[in-house]
């Protein structure tokens, strides 16, 4: 196994709290030096002026594999991923079969390890099919080789109270954490966008704002009924970051994320009709950017996460009222966190990284991930050049699809090297094939 010595790069660790430039040297998978006196290393790689952070790791991740093989695979994703940053990613179960038995999220975790990238750490249905009335095989699930952690049917949310207090409550056996995509599907019904004046003035039907609001005060009370963990997915509205950070005043143990789209863009984009700015939850209206990002900033949102969602272009590139919602977002998500949340002063660097590496990891329970940067942790690290602007171009995305709605966009910040186990999974921002064999 090769061994690394970085050197000159500045290290941003909120874990141990280092930030400092400083040599990392990687060794047999692992962290062998920081700082101090560093040995001989088969491939030294100069990295000042870059900046050295613990893999990213991503709650949200569709890699539309079994079923979808022409939008994603996972091991498609999985490089995605590599040249994102990323050393862990969530995969999410709504595949087809849906991962709701052992046997399924058994085969994700098994072409995750081939594929050799990132962890690929799937999650679990709540429910049969994603129906929401019986639930799916948790029990087995957990106790797996894949040893599912985290539950949702994301995709859409769970509509029946009855089905969330049961499954809540057989999953604290487990410690399982309830993940939620909050919609209430009778409220959201043909929704293309946010419901607001810019959908009047579009001619659009809207998703009202309470339509996740609704859901995530109904999921808030009954964690604090049963004392379940809750997860709730991609938080977007102003509202729901407000429930959020009530319930966290009040010792309700919930967790939220929220996505890049959601902090970088507003229902204004729509005005052009592009159906890659069509998602779910919506793009809101500046108000709930703000609120986004002011959750993130004091933490009332815990993680940001992508919804990595892939589309074929037949599909995306259709008008809006019949296009799939959902973008690609594993290898913009670091620069948009940069350009977007960091470089205007919102965020510091290491909040930043606690929100895209630590936090996501300590939620997941990910040994290895999410930092420390020390002597003896796994050598799961993202390198990255804090300087360099680079326009988006869909077509040189590792993800074989392209549904972006940030073609054309000048991003700064740009992922150069990423080590996943020891092993350099990303070099100049390519992905490194041969860690495949
Ligand atoms: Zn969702
Ligand atoms: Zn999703």
Redesign the pocket.
């Known amino acids: 196994m090769t061994s690394y010595l970085l050197t000159g790069g500045r290290v941003v660790d909120p874990v141990s709290g280092t930030d400092a430039v400083a040599d990392v040297s990687i060794a047999d998978g692992k962290i062998s030096s920081v700082g101090g006196k560093s040995g001989a290393a088969d491939d030294t790689i100069d990295c000042a002026g870059l900046v050295i952070i613990p893999g990213l790791v991503d709650m ?1 991740t ?1 890699l539309r594999e079994p079923g979808r093989e022409d939008e994603e695979t996972i091991a498609s994703g999985s490089a995605a991923a590599a040249a994102g940053g990323f050393t862990a990613i969530c995969a ?1 179960p ?1 595949t087809d079969p849906v991962a709701d038995s052992a046997s399924v999220v058994e085969m994700v975790w098994a072409a995750g390890r081939e594929a050799g990238l990132v962890e690929v750490v799937p999650a679990g249905a709540l429910s049969k099919g994603l129906e929401g009335k019986e639930m799916s095989d948790i029990g087995e699930m957990a106790r797996s080789m894949a040893t599912v952690k985290l539950f949702t049917d ?2 859409k949310g769970v509509q029946d109270a009855l089905f969330v207090r049961r499954t809540m409550e057989y999953l604290m056996a487990f410690d399982g954490i309830y993940a939620e ?1 909050c919609e209430d599907a009778a409220l959201a019904e043909g929704g293309q966008m946010h419901e607001g004046d810019r959908s009047m003035s579009l001619g659009l039907r809207g998703i009202p704002a309470e339509a996740e609001e609704l859901m995530a005060a109904r999921d808030i009370a009954l964690a604090r009924l049963t004392g379940c963990r809750l997860h709730l ?2 938080i977007s509205t102003a509202g729901t970051v407000e429930l959020v950070r009530r319930a966290k005043a009040d010792g309700i143990a919930v967790t939220a994320e929220a996505t890049p789209h959601h902090f970088s863009l507003t229902d204004a984009v729509l005005e052009t009709y592009d159906p890659n700015a069509k998602v779910n939850p919506p793009l809101r209206t500046e108000t709930d950017r703000q609120a986004i990002i002011k959750g993130l900033a004091d933490g009332t949102i815990d993680s940001i996460a992508t ?1 990595h ?1 892939p589309h074929a272009d037949h599909e995306k590139d259709q008008e809006i009222s019949y296009a799939p919602p ?1 973008l690609i977002g594993l290898e913009t998500a670091l620069a948009l966190t940069l350009t977007n949340l960091v470089e205007p002063g919102h965020l510091t660097l290491a909040q930043a990284v606690e929100r895209l590496s630590v936090a996501p990891a300590r939620i997941l329970g990910l040994d290895g991930q999410g930092g420390p940067i020390e002597a003896g942790a796994a050598a799961n690290l993202c390198v990255f050049d804090p300087e360099a602007a680079w326009t988006v171009d869909p077509n040189a995305l590792e993800s074989k699809s392209n549904n972006t709605p940030f073609a054309g966009q000048t991003l700064k910040g740009k992922v150069v090297h990423t080590f996943f186990r020891g092993r350099r999974t990303a070099a100049a921002g390519i992905v490194q094939s041969e860690v495949f064999v």
Do not use: F, T
């Open positions: 949200h569709h999410m709504n994301d995709g995509h997915l991609h919804d969602a959902g």
